[in-house]
């Protein structure tokens, strides 16, 4: 409870300076509020679901990757057979929103592809604008691609039983998507079911390489959750990001800790991240502030339910937003977060949350 | 979707209200403010508005889920939260002013499950739940003493049992005849009326104004024609011209009556709706005339702006959904004097949300 009144205290005083000073407000995190009229009310009578994934694109559009099959049978009324009300039927799994919330296209679904995800869960778009998916069931050992547009392109492994982290033609459960354009890789964190992150080659979806925490071989020991120090990733590993300057960010979310790796697995350095958090863990996902440094990690907390900002030369938490609740600004199981390249903060949740957020910031990123 | 954008475009384009202009509301996300003290609220149940216009919401503490509790467990399993008070008193700008109850407490039988609340603007806040159990009505003060209690926690008595009450959903106070309608409720079918000092047996009434029946097994749900109210009696309310509003819930319509119980008219909306029915809970607009009511309806998940007149829609607005503005089963409503519209979330809603409305209230 120090640690909070603190980073009131902290947040408090940024709010102050950006107040009184402007010119000097880069020197502190950014602050954020809710922009409660993002995104625009859905056409087509759509719901959305619980939100698995979320990727922003180089025009800075949104894509949520939800969970149609999450919604009860209240919630998508209009489609029961007979109707039990005029609202609502699921919308699309595959969504791209403009940032003034616009829905540009949404596309996919159960039953649109064989091995569509059982569960929704990571998105990643490349250079090419290329949409890779996953999902986190246990039967989710796939990874697929489509075009922007929804068309289905190339896939490795199918929906299957999971096996173990040794199994390099098949994934576990993956969480989230991160690609190295220069090199063509796409890394994995894998995920719900292994205990690893995964390298694949993106031109002919072949395995490349993996490692476990600390860049050890992954294995799928039986271990306790809530253990900073843990020797290996619990369960599950819950990102995987690329900063500008090539060091891999992966979140072992019920470890309370982020793993910080250069690109072949070797170990760089790890932040605890509010390590008293039990639940289902403190670390779910993480974007970068998008200044010339990524001087900042903005840090899901579903367990707190605040989006946590964090140094990312030394982990040090810095400032955060939001609060448990259902309110506009607050969050209920806070899921995922990105940035765009103004500093525009998106937020998805899940459970019953199932809802998409905007967060604008106090000052634009300095680049 | 059903005017409601078109509305909101006359909104952008004529700010100032007219009289071609239709009532419309839209949210305001700003309120309420953060919760002190790490706490949160669970379902709403019911909500009123004081004098001053401050907002009195009874909330379900025990509808939290550990995830949300997680910092009132042992050990805690998150910074955030703890259960707030049931009773929560509100300003207009979103401030907890004052908060009170929950499970337990000794010489009265608090709620199995929160749901109705009214105060009677002489200090006193009347309180009855909906939960198996509950059998009573509750008298407290504003700042939460004990007052007074009628029927108990026990197993129904059934619609014809004066002494008791079955399950009740809304409460209205009538201040010139210093009476209690009920809305009774979860259990019963009727509409009971007491006297709010003694709390004694006046009178009571089913659809149409006939004796109160329950009916074994329940008749089919879904038909605003039935003889008699199905579960849940979920509104009542009384304009400024003495008319009684009555939500028949799962039925699908409201019935008006004087306040004798004489059946005036009814009202059907969306008569196909089927899983909790069209009708939740309703508010007048404050005008002189109440001209509108104002009718939640948390199976559609949109809220109806009526004609009181002749109960036709000239308004809608919200839609499913989690987002600022959208509902996830809007169940209770409350209404201030400058016509603020308050309104409040079940099942895993759990939030009250503000809409300020396009118009003054004329009076």
Redesign the interface.
């Given at each position: 409870?120090t640690i909070?009144k603190m980073l009131v205290a902290a947040v408090l005083a940024s709010v102050t300076v950006v107040a009184g000073a402007q010119a000097i407000a880069a020197e502190g995190p950014p602050t954020f509020k809710?922009d409660?009229?993002w995104?625009k009310?859905?056409p087509n009578?759509w719901?959305?679901g619980q939100i698995g994934g979320m990727t922003v694109d180089a025009q800075d559009h949104i894509w949520v990757f939800q969970r149609p099959r999450s919604l009860n049978?209240?919630?998508k009324?209009a489609t029961?057979t007979?109707?039990?009300?005029?609202?609502?039927a699921p919308a699309p799994s595959v969504m791209e929103f403009d940032a003034e919330g616009n829905l540009v296209q949404a596309w996919g679904g159960p039953g649109t592809h064989p091995d569509w995800p059982v569960s929704e869960h990571g998105i990643q778009l490349d250079s090419k604008g290329q949409v890779w998916l996953t999902g986190n069931s246990d039967k989710d050992a796939q990874l697929l691609q489509f075009s922007r547009d929804g068309k289905f392109m190339r896939q490795f492994g199918k929906v299957t039983p999971v096996t173990n982290s040794m199994d390099t033609k098949q994934l576990g459960s993956v969480a989230s998507i991160a690609i190295d354009q220069a090199a063509n890789e796409i890394f994995l964190a894998d995920g719900y079911s292994n205990h690893r992150v995964i390298v694949l080659d993106a031109n002919n979806l072949t395995y490349k390489r993996m490692w476990g925490a600390y860049g050890k071989q992954p294995t799928d020991m039986k271990m306790k959750n809530y253990e900073p120090e843990a020797p290996q990733f619990t369960n599950p590993v819950h990102c995987v990001k690329i900063a500008n300057d090539g060091l891999v960010y992966v979140c072992d979310r019920t470890n309370d800790r982020i793993q910080v790796f250069q690109k072949n697995g070797t170990f760089v350095k790890q932040f605890a991240i509010?390590p008293?958090?039990?639940?289902?863990g403190s670390s779910y996902d993480l974007a970068f502030w998008p200044d010339r440094n990524q001087t900042y990690l903005i840090i899901a907390d579903g367990?707190?339910?605040?989006a946590l900002i964090v140094r990312r030369d030394d982990g040090k938490e810095v400032g955060f937003f939001g609060?448990?609740?259902?309110?506009?600004?607050?969050f209920?199981?806070i899921h995922q977060v990105v940035t765009d390249s103004k500093g525009n903060v998106y937020t998805g949740?899940v459970?019953?949350?199932?809802?998409?957020?905007k967060f604008v910031p106090s000052a634009p990123p300095v680049r | 979707m059903f005017g409601a954008l078109a509305a909101l475009s006359l909104l952008a384009a004529a700010p100032s209200a007219n009289a071609a202009e239709a009532l419309q509301f839209r949210v305001d996300p700003a309120w309420p403010k953060t919760l002190p003290n790490s706490w949160i609220m669970g379902q709403i149940g019911g909500m009123t508005v004081d004098a001053q216009d401050n907002i009195w919401v009874l909330q379900r503490p025990r509808s939290l889920t550990d995830d949300e509790k997680g910092a009132a467990l042992s050990p805690p399993r998150s910074m955030c939260c703890k259960p707030a008070p049931s009773v929560i008193q509100f300003d207009k700008a979103g401030n907890v002013l004052k908060s009170w109850g929950g499970p337990g407490g000794e010489g009265y039988d608090w709620p199995e499950q929160e749901h109705a609340l009214r105060l009677d603007g002489k200090g006193n806040i009347y309180l009855a739940g909906n939960g198996a159990k509950d059998q009573m009505l509750l008298k407290f003060t504003t700042d939460g003493k004990f007052v007074k209690q009628l029927g108990k926690l026990a197993e129904p008595f059934g619609s014809k049992d004066t002494n008791s009450v079955g399950r009740v959903a809304d409460i209205f106070y009538d201040a010139p005849s210093n009476e209690l309608y009920l809305a009774d409720g979860y259990g019963n079918h009727r509409v009971m009326v007491i006297d709010a000092d003694t709390f004694a047996f006046k009178r009571m009434w089913g659809a149409y104004g006939k004796p109160p029946l329950d009916v074994t097994p329940a008749p089919a749900l879904y038909t605003p024609d039935a003889p008699n109210f199905a579960n849940p009696v979920h509104c009542v309310k009384i304009a400024s011209d003495g008319l009684v509003y009555v939500c028949d819930r799962s039925n699908n319509r409201i019935q008006v009556f004087r306040k004798d119980g004489t059946f005036v008219k009814q009202f059907v909306y969306d008569k196909d709706t089927k899983g909790s029915g069209s009708t939740w809970d309703m508010q007048l607009w404050p005008d002189r005339n109440n001209t509108y009511l104002i009718v939640a309806d948390g199976t559609n998940n949109f809220i109806r702006i009526i004609r009181r007149e002749d109960g036709s829609v000239v308004n809608t607005f919200g839609t499913g959904g989690r987002q600022a503005g959208q509902f996830h089963w809007v169940h209770a409503l409350a209404i201030d004097s400058e016509g603020n519209l308050y309104a409040g979330e079940v099942d895993s809603g759990k939030r009250v949300q503000k809409f300020v409305p396009n118009m003054k209230p004329q009076r």
């Open positions: 409870m909070r809710v409660a009229s995104p009310q859905l009578n719901v959305i049978d209240a919630d009324g029961l007979p109707k039990r009300s005029r609202c609502c509010r008293e958090t039990r639940g289902t367990a707190d339910n605040e609060h448990y609740g259902r309110q506009a600004g607050q209920h199981n949740e459970d019953t949350g199932m809802r998409i957020q | -």
